[in-house]
């Protein structure tokens, strides 16, 4: 996955009204995302300065449609998981993260703990790290698929019926790929494309491939790398990874 892994044409740029109805909320807390100064709606503040580019520089040039900065943020958000689940980061990337803003709520805190480890690691460290925690001799600590959460194997049912949406909302894998699409990278990269328009899709459709592909497993995943005994900076990625989610959770459950 050292480009790319999915890539699909920019269609048209989502009004306020249907953001909302794909997130499940109102057209105005929709609006007023960037500005809500509670635990359920994601602080624009708290979320990384880090443009597209640098986080993923291997990413084809697309510029994604106009989006407000509450989407913005979330795609952002994922797109940082993505990158550190895809691999360690090098030196200049551990610099960068080591510059993310926080502010006083919990991911907000988790933010500058990730960055507080950022500053502490060193490239070398956290490539041994990657490796202990998702390659191994074997395997490693953790498997971050789909699939293996709920089955306890890998290419099973779940990873087909993922496959399946995704023929449905028309994202393909880039090809020569190797990394089956229910990896914990994948599904972040897919939900930061859904966020920020580089997918289009119909209303209710974000929320649906949430609900489907990540809210049955990927908190755990999270909480895993959390307690992981091979984790150091990994452990701060889980945290941010379970803060964030539970906030998308608790953000597409309001009420229309």
Avoid at 72 to 99: K, N, S, V
Avoid at 114 to 120: G, H, M, S, V
Avoid at 225 to 250: C, M, N, P, Q, S
Wanted: proline share 5%.
């Amino acid at each position: 996955m050292g480009e790319r892994v999915l890539q699909n044409p920019i269609l048209v740029a989502a009004g306020a009204a249907e953001r909302a109805r794909r997130m499940g909320t109102s057209e105005a807390s929709v609006s007023n995302w960037p500005s809500a100064r509670t635990e359920r709606v994601l602080s624009v503040e708290a979320v990384m300065d880090v443009e597209r580019a640098v986080l993923w520089p291997d990413a084809d040039g697309e510029q994604p449609v106009a989006i407000d900065d509450g989407d913005a943020a979330r795609a952002q958000e994922y797109l940082l998981l993505a990158m550190l689940l895809t691999r360690a980061p090098d030196a200049a990337t551990l610099g960068r993260i080591a510059r993310l803003h926080g502010d006083a709520t919990p991911l907000g805190q988790a933010h500058l703990a990730l960055a507080q480890a950022a500053e502490n690691a060193s490239d070398e460290k956290t490539e041994r790290e990657f490796f202990n925690l998702f390659i191994g001799v074997g395997r490693g600590a953790l498997a971050p698929y789909g699939s293996y959460y709920l089955t306890g194997f890998l290419n099973e049912r779940p990873l087909a019926r993922l496959r399946q949406d995704l023929r449905v909302l028309g994202i393909e894998r880039t090809e020569g790929q190797a990394e089956p699409e229910d990896h914990a990278a994948v599904l972040c990269e897919i939900m930061s494309g859904l966020a920020d328009g580089q997918f289009a899709v119909v209303p209710m459709a974000q929320q649906q491939f949430f609900e489907r592909h990540l809210v049955p497993w990927i908190g755990r995943f999270f909480t895993d790398l959390e307690r992981a005994e091979a984790a150091d900076f990994y452990r701060h990625v889980g945290t941010v990874g379970r803060l964030f989610l539970e906030i998308e959770t608790e953000a597409f459950a309001l009420p229309t």
